[in-house]
């Protein structure tokens, strides 16, 4: 099975203030797909963003071969920055 980490979109407000789960899915399953397993969050709408990551389960999944999309890349970097600061 081919498993890819990747944003998940949660709360349809009519403004459009969406939030976001970083999720591990099948890499055959849509973006809003039931998820294999639930990693963090983001959320845009808040200032300062929110981006909060479980490393440990995330170096597992990429250790049993999971794929990073390129926002979670960027994601996992940003949470890193804020970490250092």
Known sequence: MSV???LRRIGKNPKGRYFFRISVFNRRKSRDSRSIEELGYYD???EPVL???NKERLDYWLSCGAQMSETVKSLVKKAEGQKAS
Do not use: A, C, D, V
Request: aromatic share 0%; net charge positive.
């Open 4 to 6: 890819r980490i990747r």
């Open 44 to 46: 845009p709408t808040k």
């Open 51 to 53: 981006i909060k990551i």
